[in-house]
C-alpha cells in the first residue's frame, strides 16, 4: 500500500512565480506596502494566493510589521450573555483598528488565569483586556511582560496601576428605579449575586439612593447568584414575605428571566401583580416574556475606549465611565403607546 506524500504549504516563492511576479512584490501586496502595486499585478497576486492557499507566517509578519496587532482579552466565563455582547463589541473596535482578538476563559480559577495570562503575552499580544477578573487584587497573580497596555473593563470605579473602562452602574440603576417610582411603586425589591469586595455594587447604591431620594427605606433585599437560577430563588422569597414587594430590581437580565419563570410559577401576573426592570439590556432581555424593561450598557462605546487605550498604548491609566439608556418595554407596566 504506498502512502501519499503530504502536500507541503504554499510558499510566498510559489506565489511569486505562479502571477509571475517577484517575491518581493507578493510581499508588497499582502503587506499592503511599502511600495505601491498596480491593479492588474495586484490581482494576479491575490489569485495566486487564492488558488494556492498561501498563508503568510504570522511570526515573521509581526516581525516586518513590528507587531503582532492582536489583543488578548481574558474573562471569567464565556456563556453569559452579559459577556458574549462585550466580546462582540470588543471584536468588531478591535477589527475597525486592524487588531484580532485572542479570547481565554478562567473558569474563575486562579491558577488558570495565571497560566494563560503568561501564555497571552508570551504570543505577543500588544494589550490586555480583562472582563470580570479582578487583577488587580494584591493576591492577584502576576505575570511578566509588564510593559504590555491592560485594560479592565465593567469597572465603575478608578483602579490604580489599570486603565478602566465601564457603565455608571449607580446611575445606571438610579435610572430603573425611579421609572418604577414614576409608575407608583414604593415597594421595590433588588436582587443581587456576590461581587469581589474590591469594587462593591454600584447597582445597590442606586437602588438605595433613589429609594432615599423618594423617602423611602429599602428593605427587601436578596442576595443570591448572578444567574437564572438566583434570580428565581429571589422571586420566591420576595413573594413569600407577609407584604411582599410590587416590583423587582434584578441587578442582571439573567436574573430578571429566572425571576420571571418563578413569578410565572407562584401564578403572579407581570407587571400587573409584580413589576420587573432587569439590567444589562442583552438580546435575552427582548425575548423574554414580557420582553424586560432593562437599562443597557453602551457596549460598543465602552469597546471602543478599551481597545483605543491598547492601540495608542497611554502610558498613564485612564478611567472613562459611560452613561447607561433605559431601554423601555411591557415588563414594567408601561404599554406601546406609552414608549
Known amino acids: 500500500m504506498n502512502a501519499t506524500r503530504p502536500q507541503r504549504p504554499a510558499t510566498r516563492a510559489d506565489v511569486a512565480r505562479l502571477a509571475g511576479v517577484s517575491t ?3 510581499s508588497y501586496v499582502i503587506n499592503d ?12 497576486v491575490l489569485a495566486a494566493v487564492d488558488q494556492l492557499g498561501y498563508r503568510p507566517n504570522a511570526s515573521a509578519r509581526a516581525l516586518k510589521l513590528g507587531g503582532t496587532r492582536t489583543i488578548g482579552l481574558m474573562l471569567s466565563e464565556i456563556v453569559n450573555p452579559f ?7 470588543l471584536d468588531a473596535a478591535a477589527t475597525a483598528r486592524g487588531y484580532s482578538m485572542l479570547l481565554a476563559s478562567t473558569h474563575n480559577d486562579e491558577t488558570r488565569q495565571a497560566q494563560m495570562r503568561a501564555d497571552l503575552v508570551d504570543r505577543g499580544v500588544e494589550g490586555l483586556v480583562f472582563l470580570s477578573l479582578y487583577p488587580d487584587r494584591k493576591d492577584a497573580p502576576r505575570a511578566s511582560g509588564g510593559d504590555v497596555p491592560q485594560v479592565i473593563i465593567d469597572r465603575s470605579i478608578p483602579t490604580p496601576g489599570f486603565s478602566t473602562v465601564g ?3 449607580r446611575a445606571g440603576a438610579t435610572l430603573a428605579v425611579s421609572h418604577l417610582l414614576e409608575h407608583g411603586h414604593r415597594s421595590i425589591a433588588y436582587m443581587e449575586g456576590p461581587l469581589d469586595p474590591l469594587v462593591g455594587d454600584e447597582r445597590r447604591v442606586g437602588w438605595e439612593r433613589a429609594l432615599a431620594h423618594a423617602g ?3 428593605e427587601h433585599l436578596a442576595t443570591t447568584s448572578w444567574d437564572r437560577r438566583g434570580g428565581a430563588e429571589a422571586a420566591r422569597h420576595f413573594m ?4 411582599p414587594p410590587t416590583a423587582i430590581f434584578a441587578g442582571s437580565d439573567l436574573m430578571a428571566i429566572g425571576a420571571l419563570q418563578a413569578l410565572h410559577e407562584l401564578d403572579r401576573d407581570v407587571p400587573a401583580d409584580v413589576a420587573v ?3 444589562d439590556g442583552t438580546a435575552e432581555s427582548e ?14 462605546d465602552v469597546a471602543d475606549a478599551a481597545v483605543a487605550v491598547l492601540a495608542e498604548r497611554r502610558g498613564t491609566p485612564t478611567a472613562a465611565l459611560f452613561e447607561m439608556d433605559i431601554i423601555v418595554r411591557a415588563s414594567c407596566g408601561c404599554t406601546p403607546a406609552s414608549h
Open 24 to 26: 518581493a512584490v507578493v
Open 33 to 44: 506596502g511599502p511600495r505601491p502595486v498596480a491593479a492588474a499585478t495586484r490581482d494576479r
Open 83 to 89: 459577556h458574549s455582547e462585550c466580546i462582540d463589541a
Open 167 to 169: 457603565s455608571d452602574a
Open 216 to 218: 423611602l427605606t429599602p
Open 240 to 243: 413569600g414575605l407577609s407584604k
Open 277 to 279: 426592570i432587569s439590567f
Open 287 to 300: 425575548y423574554s416574556w414580557p420582553p424586560l424593561t432593562t437599562v443597557r450598557h453602551r457596549y460598543r
